[in-house]
């Protein structure tokens, strides 16, 4: 199968605009998607945004986020309908006063009908850590300003995966922007664009306002893959415009990449990208695995869309291929905490590993709830495994604090009638100074990973 749909009535062809030749074979797309739909009850989701008309100069920044970009450093991506605008961000600590200038690159890519603006990505830094600074891109434009995450614990991240653009989305960002947080992760499915370009044009609007303030460091899902045979290869919107450190992190695809931050090593892996034993991913995630070192990343976490424990009779089975090639490679590194997206709802396990509860595996949390068109997944799998610490489904997000090197507080939020409700938390010790790792050398010398 070279699409993985998460349902069947994904597109509501009343809000599509007119004239949009996509929208033949988005057709075709959805009856093919329609055959193999899973088969949950998806109670009310909201309506898709509606975006206004903004007429601006063609040279006006759209769209800014930023992400992380190796260290002390900030990639700033931003979107000009004008194609002679340079990719130039100036920036400093004081409002109006831009000491630093950095030039970066750009690209542009076309869909069918579609052409892209031009696509700017500029690495800005050395950046001071845990200060704000003010930015302007293309020489023009609005002031933003964007705060770089601490050197040092404690630090937090803001989770949301499956967001879409609809009054949910908007009811979850909106929380997130009332959060204190450092990074923003997103285990896949942004945009929900499904080929309409257009619509990661809006999105990219949608978000703005919290991209361009704290690093947005994301993973692709099945939405992102709009693949077309013989004629598209998949993720090349979402590739051209969420460019994350990949280059960086000596991976040579954006669909997986690692980075640091404060005390903790991140990886991000590609549901949707070759992950057998002879591919490059699993090469990359060997090698990337081997170069964690805990005393300074005490904290290792790792994250990807289709989730490997999943109780939610949504996309059951889904991960288990990945997870038998994979998992074994996480358990010998010791990988405290794996955040997943896919299935429309929230679920947490306790520390896990082969399929049953362990305390030396990771714990893994479910967290696709973000709020996109399709609706809630909410039939289950009873009597509810071993494994499964809390599951809902309900929309939400959730935070997670790093407190030290060995505590971590993990909450999540439901969106209740527009309100963030607290749902669920937990304390989080991580590994590194539990035996675990003592106990998994012969493992890591079995996968060649040590010596
Ligand atoms: C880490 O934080 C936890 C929770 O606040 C605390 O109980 C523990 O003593 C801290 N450990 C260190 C080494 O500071």
Redesign the pocket.
């Known amino acids: 199968m070279t699409f993985l749909p998460c349902s069947s009535g994904v597109f509501r062809r009343t809000n599509l605009p007119p004239m949009e030749i996509q929208l033949v074979l988005t057709v075709i797309f959805v009856v093919v998607s329609a055959t193999v739909a899973a088969d949950y009850v998806r109670p009310l989701p909201r309506k898709a945004l509606q975006f206004p008309w903004d007429l601006k100069p063609a040279s006006y920044p759209q769209q800014v986020h930023i992400s992380l970009a190796g260290d002390k450093h900030m990639r700033v991506t931003w979107i000009t309908d004008d194609d002679s605008s340079p990719s130039i961000v100036e920036y400093g600590t004081i409002p109006g006063r831009y000491d630093n200038l950095a030039e970066g690159e750009s690209n542009s890519y076309s869909y069918l009908l579609y052409s892209s603006g031009k696509i700017h990505h500029t690495v800005i830094g050395p950046l001071e850590d845990n200060t704000v600074y003010f930015y302007r891109c293309g020489g023009e434009g609005p002031e933003f300003q964007l705060k770089t995450p601490p050197a040092q614990l404690p630090i937090t991240f803001a989770v949301a995966g499956d967001l879409g653009q609809t009054g949910w989305t908007k009811s979850t960002l909106d929380h997130i922007g009332q959060c204190k947080y450092d990074v923003h992760l997103l285990p896949g499915d942004l945009s929900y664009a499904d080929y309409i370009q257009h619509r990661w044009d809006t999105f990219g609007k949608l978000v703005e306002p919290l991209a361009s303030t704290r690093p947005w460091m994301v993973t692709q899902g099945n939405h992102e893959k709009e693949s077309i045979p013989l004629i598209k290869d998949g993720f090349e919107s979402y590739n051209a415009r969420w460019k994350m450190p990949f280059e960086e992190s000596g991976s040579s695809s954006n669909l997986y990449y690692s980075f640091e931050v404060a005390g903790a090593h991140f990886i991000m892996l590609g549901s949707y990208a070759d992950y057998d034993k002879y591919s490059d991913q699993y090469r990359w995630l060997k090698m990337d695995l081997s170069k964690v070192d805990r005393k300074r990343t005490p904290w290792l976490i790792v994250l990807f869309h289709v989730p490997w424990y999943n109780s939610n009779k949504a996309h059951q089975g889904e991960g288990s291929d990945m997870m038998e090639v994979m998992e074994p490679l996480l358990y010998a590194a010791n990988v405290d905490l794996v955040l997943a997206g896919h299935v429309h709802a929230y679920e947490r396990s306790k520390r896990v590993h082969n399929g049953r509860s362990d305390p030396c595996g990771a714990v893994h949390i479910t967290i696709g709830d973000g709020g996109n068109r399709e609706g809630l997944a909410s039939r289950y799998i009873n009597p509810q495994p071993e494994w499964s610490a809390f599951r809902e489904a309900s929309f939400g997000h959730g935070e997670l604090k790093i407190?030290?090197?060995?505590?971590a507080f993990w909450s999540w939020h439901r969106n209740d009638d527009d309100e963030p409700v607290k749902s669920d938390d937990i304390?989080i010790t991580s590994l590194v100074n539990s035996g675990c790792v003592e106990q998994k050398r012969h493992e890591l010398r079995n996968l060649h990973m040590i010596p």
């Open positions: 407190v030290n090197s060995t505590h304390w």
